[in-house]
């Protein structure tokens, strides 16, 4: 018997009946999409929920969800003609584009707040090869600029802007709409530029539309206290937060996301970064997901929410938007590493355990 090639994977193969795509779109993957849904033991009690499930979109090949959107974003560019693609990025989305502009063979141009990336996340945009243009600048400003370079010059701009991203990044809600058998009741995510809380609000109203769910989820949006536009109803100038993926102060899809509020019944609220922490630390020692901060947004609004007795029970679904192992120095400060050193024997390891 021969051995059979494995089935294609990734967002463009599994989910081609909802995308954009014709017969000259490049079926191109890194096989992404088709993450874990994965049920919490210890922080739904907390955050008074019956039930929390986190969608791990740090399992993606990237280490984040934007593989979903930028897996669509290059694709179409490439039909499209395109040979360069741009991004401003806090460190994902440029890391994806990079990583999807090098299997593709074509230039990836990525603008990013200097000193403000974290390190994991610029030591994917240096392996993978994209061309790095530091800004003295926030990624507002980044973007701006972003914008209007793409405008002038042969290049595509794969940000969040771009409405293929949109539509790959909605897959995800098909995903738990399927894992569980319907919508939950809350979907929590944390917000930035807006993209994300935007695609899976369009999501989940596709699967509605097409009998694959038959509730919408209410939309629970989380910024960090320091860059929290939407919530404080204008832009902050100069961001700050620990969550640095999320040090966004005025974001492009703005409007979107407050439809998606406002439709679902929802809420976008700010969490402060030392509430982003103590969830940051909990996820790893009570869950076993070590997430990066922003990730971590949700569960803190989520278990901010319970504390006040906002949420009574229901089954909620949270976004593990990207990997803890993007961001080490956080890690490092954050925890309190339990380390004994010992010779390489058992009696040595014994004695340094005290047993
Ligand atoms: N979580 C992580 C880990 C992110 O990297 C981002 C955004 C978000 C949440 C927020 O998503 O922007 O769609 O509201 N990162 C962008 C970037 C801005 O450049 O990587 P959003």
């Given at each position: 018997m021969t051995k059979a090639a494995a089935a294609p994977r990734g967002v463009l193969h599994r989910w081609a009946e909802i995308l954009p795509l014709s017969d000259k779109t490049p079926r191109i993957s890194l096989g992404e999409g088709e993450t874990p849904l994965v049920r919490s033991v210890h922080l739904a009690g907390l955050c008074g929920l019956d039930e929390l499930w986190f969608k791990l979109e740090m399992c993606n090949p990237t280490g984040s969800f934007k593989d979903r959107g930028m897996v669509v974003a290059v694709a179409k560019a490439i039909e499209e003609g395109a040979h360069a693609?741009?991004?401003?990025?806090?460190?994902?989305?440029?890391?994806?584009?990079?990583?999807?502009?090098?299997?593709?063979?074509?230039?990836?141009?990525?603008l990013v707040p200097g000193g403000k990336v974290a390190a994991g996340k610029m030591a994917q945009a240096i392996a993978f090869g994209s061309k790095i243009i530091e800004i003295d600048g926030n990624f507002d400003e980044a973007l701006n600029a972003a914008r209007e370079l793409t405008a002038?010059?042969?290049?595509?701009?794969?940000?969040?802007?771009?409405?293929?991203r949109i539509q790959g990044q909605k897959t995800a809600a098909f995903e738990i709409c399927e894992s569980l058998g319907d919508a939950p009741d809350i979907l929590a995510i944390p917000v930035g530029n807006a993209g994300n809380i935007t695609a899976y609000w369009k999501g989940f109203g596709e699967c509605a539309e097409l009998g694959r769910a038959t509730l919408h989820?209410?939309?629970?949006?989380?910024?960090?206290?320091?860059?929290?536009?939407?919530?404080?109803?204008e832009p902050v100038r100069e961001p700050h937060t620990v969550a640095t993926a999320i040090r966004i102060g005025n974001p492009a899809s703005w409007k979107s996301a407050v439809s998606a509020r406002d439709e679902s019944g929802g809420l976008i609220e700010a969490v402060t970064d030392d509430e982003i922490l103590e969830a940051y630390r909990l996820l790893a020692h009570k869950e076993g997901l070590f997430v990066e901060p922003a990730s971590a947004a949700s569960i803190a609004g989520l278990m901010k929410l319970g504390r006040e007795g906002r949420i009574r029970g229901g089954r909620a679904a949270a976004v593990l938007t990207g990997n803890g192992l993007k961001d080490p120095d956080t890690a490092i400060a954050q925890y309190r590493p339990d380390v004994t050193k010992a010779s390489a024997t058992a009696e040595s390891v014994e004695r340094a355990l005290g047993w």
């Open positions: 693609i741009m991004c401003a990025s806090t460190g994902n989305t440029s890391a994806s584009a990079a990583a999807y502009a090098a299997r593709c063979g074509i230039d990836c141009f990525v002038r010059h042969p290049v595509a701009l794969v940000n969040s802007v771009n409405p293929f989820p209410r939309m629970y949006g989380f910024q960090a206290a320091g860059a929290a536009p939407i919530v404080r109803g």
